[in-house]
């Protein structure tokens, strides 16, 4: 295949250059159709076998995998760091995760189910819940083996196919995840796995062959997905970008509010959609907290993401680092002050040619700075003050977005008080960015819509058929005469 392409791309060398982009582009085209339709082949004869297996049955192969997973935990923990850059002890908290999550929806498989309506006269109706047919996963570069374990796992559980096309930053953790599924007893043609761009993503969205497609991205990308998706009435999860608020109450535990706004903001390097990139801290002790969370943010050690005491590892690459490092100058520009980080960080050891960022604590924000408006993905904080709790709600409501947010306070009422009122598709009461298997996740607004993980996945990766049975001999029809 590399043979061929290199013998083709020589020929296209001999035209000038748009020319040769052009032919390239075709080549590369052709390649794309070929390999997916090969892939969908593939996964159409599969999920005639696989839709057939009791639910029980798949359920046992995920739970198989599961301990695969753990077995394999610090191999595949190391491939992650290599895709992405993420610290080794934050890969390892990742990939046992995804084994919880295997574990969950093997573990429900046998309550999947429909219902039954008893009618009048004898009559009844059965509601069966059936596979979709061949789902679509693209996946986010941020947590590549975690993304797409939510979505694998309640798409086969459910009786679906499933093929995959990780970002083209971080390729490796899929093949694994992959490789693994099939040990566990996945017969073959039940999971693919396709590489690619963008061309490749757009041919799957069109595809008349897939019945949904789940994404996990940024807005933008979403919405042209949505948009590819539109003509074959696809089934569609969109999980997709945020800038989430924490409000943080004076009668809060202090520590513990710094705590998750770490938690919500540090993680790998930033680059997580539900991180909580803009802090609402009550005026009477904004200096308090800003000094601690400073304080606990110069302390995070930067650099080789294999070494066990590193906090925070490598953007994904040089050019998000440099869109990162041009929101932390243009705050700088609109009046904000940078209480600590926001530096490209070149680490002592010279092996290490990623891109480092010092996280980054910004102070004296307003709402319409650009920093507190737009997702940035990067390790980027924005600590904003408010006087009472209608307004740091109506100011945490005014977004765009609505993935998630968080609540810190010690009043109960307040608490849920406030939750009730954000408009976002999870929110946090004392912790951040917690994310239990039996829970779902999704957002509001332009954060997308579906949800991955806890029942209300089942729901979005399978669909209903409902069944009337008429009992009597002779059925009542007034046109007949």
Partial sequence: MEKEYHLLRCCALLKNKILQQE???LIFLVRVKKMCNKLLRSAQEAFCLWSKKCPRERGQILLSAANKIREKLDAIASAEVIDTGKPIYEAKIDIAGCADILEYFGGIASSISGHHH???DGNFAMVQREPIGIVAGIGAW????????WKAAPALVCGNAFIYKPSEFT??????LAEILTDAGLPPGVVNIVQGGFETGEYICKNPNISKVTFTGSVQTGQKIVKSCADT???I???LGGKSALIVFSDCDIINAVKATLLGNFFTQGEVCSNCTRVYVQKSILKEFTEHL???TKKLRIGDPFDENTKVGAVINENHGNKIMKYIDLARKEGATIECGGKKIVPEKESLKGFFISPCVITDCNDDMTVVKEEIFGPV???LSFDNEDESVARANASPYGLAAGVMTKDIQRAHRVANALQAGIVWINNYNIFPPEVPFGGYKLSGYGRENGLAAINDFSQLKTVYVEMNTEIDCPLYT
């Fill in 294 to 296: 400073v304080k606990c």
């Fill in 233 to 235: 009435m696809k089934k």
């Fill in 118 to 120: 008893q009618l009048s």
């Fill in 23 to 25: 032919l390239l582009c």
């Fill in 171 to 176: 390729p490796i953790t899929s093949v694994i």
């Fill in 381 to 383: 904080v924005s600590i």
């Fill in 142 to 149: 941020n947590y590549p083996f975690q993304v797409m374990t």
């Fill in 237 to 239: 999860t969109m999980e």
